[in-house]
């Protein structure tokens, strides 16, 4: 007798990647369970303030109440001190989202991306129970174990224990960003059953957000 489970993971790949004045986030729009696809436009993106963007992998139903909590909680900042949420303060305020329900966790995967309060692009990731970490880039979702390493060797980040810190932005420009992400999934796509239909990549910068998509094969 199969058990029942209050979890399902319905796949998908998200990356993110920070440059000195970006930020690009991206992931595919298939949503699927076992071999079957629920649908191919489904986006797993979430604008949460003017500058910062999460995008999520794992068990949709999960993604779309912690969103809603988001919601509601930057609603009531913005309410309280009359600005919008930085980027950095966002990151905090998931993972303590995340942690208040440590016991029963959310099976959502994270990936947040955004503009800290100095205008560089910053990408914070985290696990299901709010453990988070400031990165260059990062992966996440069914995808990620493919991504992680291409990643690695290209864009190798310096180590958090050199002293003095060094920078974790990307060396690359905006373009340059886009088109590693879009070989990415390309890759990625090839191998992994849970990701393709489509990409869709979210890019912010000094001029605001603005969505770019590319097909992905579909089978």
């Known amino acids: 007798m199969a058990n029942w489970s209050p979890y399902d993971n319905n796949g998908g790949t998200c990356v ?3 440059g000195a004045n970006y930020c690009v986030i991206a992931a ?8 079957s696809i629920l649908t191919r436009d ?7 303030a003017d500058k910062s963007v999460m995008a ?13 909590v988001l919601a509601a909680r930057h609603s009531i900042y913005q309410h309280q001190h009359n600005k919008q949420m930085s980027c950095p303060a966002m990151a905090q305020l998931l993972s303590n989202t995340l942690y208040y329900k440590r016991f029963f966790p959310y099976y959502a995967f994270n990936v947040l991306g955004g503009l800290d309060n100095e205008g560089k692009g910053c990408v914070f990731t985290y696990d299901a129970v709010g453990s988070y970490e400031r990165v260059g880039y990062s992966v996440q979702g069914s995808g990620s174990t493919l991504i992680m390493p291409f990643l690695d060797n290209q864009l190798k980040s310096p180590s958090p224990l050199l002293l003095p810190a060094k920078d974790a932005v990307t060396p690359l420009s905006e ?6 992400v879009k070989t990415c999934f390309a890759s990625a796509t090839e191998r992994d059953i ?3 239909d ?5 890019v912010l910068n000094v001029d605001g957000i ?3 998509y590319m097909e992905l094969r579909k089978d």
């Open 210 to 212: 603005r969505c770019e």
């Open 194 to 196: 849970y990701t393709g």
């Open 56 to 68: 999520s992998s794992g068990f949709q139903a999960d993604v779309r109440a912690l969103q809603k």
């Open 175 to 180: 373009p340059e960003a886009i088109d590693l």
């Open 16 to 18: 993110a990647i920070a």
């Open 42 to 48: 489904y986006s797993k993106i979430c604008k949460l």
């Open 198 to 202: 489509k990409l869709e990549i979210m």
């Open 28 to 35: 595919d729009t298939r949503m699927s369970t076992g071999y």
